[in-house]
């Protein structure tokens, strides 16, 4: 009686420890993948919080001569100001070093602000102008001051008016507008994400009208429709082919054909976002193919029982049931659309584009690659405006998996 | 052979690629009654019963020959349409399979596909007297606009019975409708068959001998896809003219 239960015991325990030790490898890989992701974004946070802020100088500007807008030359009376601030400097070279305070967009800043408040006409006031990126480097604690002179970018003197402005609170930092409102620019306080955000959802937009229907009406046809042949299988293979080629592939045929052959406007979202069609097709095809197939053959036959036709069991029963699954590959399948540079670079997608998109066949660029236009600028700068990129690059794949998730949850139907 | 069958079947012979699945059927079926096939698993039956309404036109694999005549119209014929052909035969499976929808939008679903509904009163009607036909309106009433899928297994199999019987079908196909209930369920089906027939037509397929006995008028008993003997069902269980039925029906084969 006593043997009962207990004659494999050491056989047991032994089955019991693997399995104790394969939970825990699961577990252990999950945390250290869960850890590595953490370190990914808490870096990346880091590095770009940054491109949130940046460093504004004050200077009372002397317009008392000036009547209207136009009496105003800006440059000059910022150099006066600035001369003024600072009467000590009198060489030619470090007056050139001090016009260098100011980011050089400062000209139109102040006619902006004039613009905006026409009383300041006649007065001197005092105004906030964006400085140069050295400085805004500086604010941040980027520059290494204990580091001798030739090695960093900012040069004693300049740093020592720079501190002398800190001193009496002409210096201050602000929430930084610009990076979301415009568009790239050679100067990294200048530089903005908008338009290169614009010509990604441009691009999207166009990837998306075009890949989901044709897509869907390409799965439906193969699993519904279609009768099992030779063909059929041969074209099977080759979707399930194309959708490894490599994104560059896609790039060469859109530049071949798009471009070549067609003669669409190079740089445009619109053939941008054909590229990413094709690549994104066949993930779409096979995704939606899956869908179709885990919808079980009784709904099928219980409306073609009925006298359905196939487009009505189609249209009316399984296309509604395989739908969330469509939508969350359609989703994989832009979310890889998104994140995607090669082909764009060889579609002209790369250019350095400073306004913003107005249209489908405006030249544009995407998230990607504007990420890796800035990854690859040499100023210290860039490299926060590249990390916060970044950000706003996950934050909009984070969103379109959220309005996955709300399709699936909306369209779903238990069976 | 019995007087003015509603379907007759000759020589049918179906394949599934080179696979004979079915060898020369001749079988009548009698309007009213309910006609059980019976047989041991793989013999044809389900075969034979998705030929009439020619659900086997789905398997692109399958070719059948002969004629099944319903009404005296082959309906492989070429100007047969298998739309019109599906409303006049309806089909229960074998695992109720009601559509994720409402309970109303499952029984009003064939109607409307065949524009036999002009008004929302006409749906109503429509979908209260199939119900009520499937014994299932008592239960349901009040809940019409719950999913089809809710109810209990015996009651979606009453479901989808209404819903067939709600295009006013004239051939009611039944695939092993009770197979997947419990007993008590299976009850209540059976009784529905007896009370459909005065209505419809029913062919029912069967693993269940004691079903067989019990529901039908007539039985025939299909082995190796052979049509081995058909009759009122009462002489086929008493007296079975072949050995083979004998043998099916005492238990030594299936």
Not at chain 1, 41 to 58: D, N, W
Not at chain 1, 266 to 286: D, E, Y
Not at chain 2, 209 to 227: C, E, I, P, Y
């Amino acid at each position: 009686m006593t043997k009962l239960f207990t004659s494999a015991e050491a056989h047991l325990k032994a089955r019991h420890r693997s399995e104790w030790r394969f939970r825990w490898l699961g577990r252990l890989a999950i945390l250290f993948s869960l850890g590595f992701l953490a370190i990914m974004l808490v870096s990346i946070t880091l590095l770009g919080k940054g491109a949130l802020s940046r460093a504004e100088i004050a200077l009372t500007v002397d317009l008392t001569e000036a009547s209207t807008l136009e009496d105003v030359n800006a440059k000059k009376t910022l150099r006066n100001a600035l001369f003024a601030t600072f009467p000590e400097v009198t060489s030619r070279g470090e007056k050139r070093a001090l016009l260098k305070l100011l980011s050089p967009d400062s000209g139109y800043e102040l006619a902006r602000q004039i613009e905006a408040n026409p009383a300041l006409l006649g007065q001197s006031p005092t105004l906030w102008f964006t400085a140069s990126d050295d400085i805004d480097q500086y604010t941040k604690g980027a520059v290494d001051i204990t580091q001798p002179e030739n090695r960093r970018q900012l040069k004693d003197t300049t740093l020592g008016w720079v501190q002398a402005l800190e001193s009496r609170g002409a210096l201050r930092s602000v929430f930084n507008t610009a990076f979301f409102t415009s568009g790239d620019s050679r100067e990294p306080e200048l530089a903005g994400i908008f338009s290169a955000l614009v010509g990604s959802i441009l691009s999207l937009t166009v990837c998306f009208a075009l890949s989901f229907p044709l897509g869907i009406m390409a799965a439906l046809y193969l699993e519904e429709f279609s009768k099992k042949s030779r063909w059929s299988d041969f074209i099977e293979v080759n979707i399930n082919n194309l959708a490894a080629v490599p994104s560059i592939v896609f790039g060469l045929l859109g530049m071949a054909v798009f471009l070549n052959t067609f003669g669409l406007p190079r740089s445009s979202p619109l053939v941008g976002g054909m590229v990413l069609a094709l690549m994104t097709l066949p993930t779409i095809i096979i995704a939606s193919r899956a869908a179709l197939r885990s919808v079980p053959p009784s709904i099928r036959e219980a409306a073609l029982g009925m006298g359905a036709t196939g487009v009505q069991t189609t249209f009316h029963h399984v296309l509604p049931l395989a739908l969330p699954g469509m939508l969350t590959g359609a989703i994989v399948g832009m979310a890889r659309a998104l994140g995607e540079t090669a082909p764009l670079i060889m579609i002209g997608m790369v250019a350095f584009i400073v306004d913003v998109p107005n249209g489908f066949t405006d030249a544009a660029t995407s998230l990607p690659v504007q990420i890796f236009l800035w990854a690859d600028s040499p100023e210290r700068g860039f490299l926060e405006k590249t990390s916060a990129a970044i950000l706003v690059l996950l934050g909009l794949l984070i969103v379109m998996n959220l309005v996955a998730i709300v399709l699936r949850k909306k369209f779903e139907r238990r069976f | 052979m019995s007087k003015d069958p509603i379907i007759t079947a000759r020589d049918v012979n179906v394949f599934y690629g080179d696979k004979q699945a079915l060898n020369g059927i001749s079988l009548d079926v009698p309007r009213h009654k309910v006609t059980s096939l019976i047989g041991p698993s793989g013999c044809g039956k389900s075969t034979f019963l998705r030929s009439i309404n020619r659900m086997n036109d789905l398997v692109d694999i399958c070719r059948v020959e002969g004629d099944i005549k319903i009404e005296g119209k082959n309906i492989y014929d070429k100007d047969v349409d298998v739309v019109a052909l599906r409303a006049h035969v309806g089909m229960v499976f074998q695992k109720p399979n009601p559509f994720p929808k409402s309970i109303f939008e499952n029984v009003i679903y064939g109607p409307k596909i065949h524009g036999l509904i002009k008004s929302k009163s006409d749906a109503e009607e429509i979908v209260e007297k199939s119900l009520r036909r499937a014994g299932l309106w008592k239960e349901v009433a009040d809940r019409l606009q719950e999913p089809g899928t809710s109810l209990s297994g015996g009651q979606q199999q009453r479901l989808c019975i209404a819903r067939a019987i709600a295009v006013q079908p004239s051939i009611i196909l039944m695939d092993e409708p009770a197979s997947a209930l419990d007993p008590i369920a299976t009850a209540v089906i059976e009784e529905l068959i007896d009370e459909l027939r005065a209505k419809y037509t029913i062919i029912i397929v069967t693993h269940s001998m004691q079903q067989a006995a019990r529901v039908s008028q007539r039985t025939a008993f299909f082995h190796m896809g052979d049509l081995v003997e058909a009759g009122p069902t009462k002489e086929l269980f008493t007296t079975p003219k072949d050995e083979r039925t004998q043998n099916y029906i005492s238990g030594r084969i299936g």
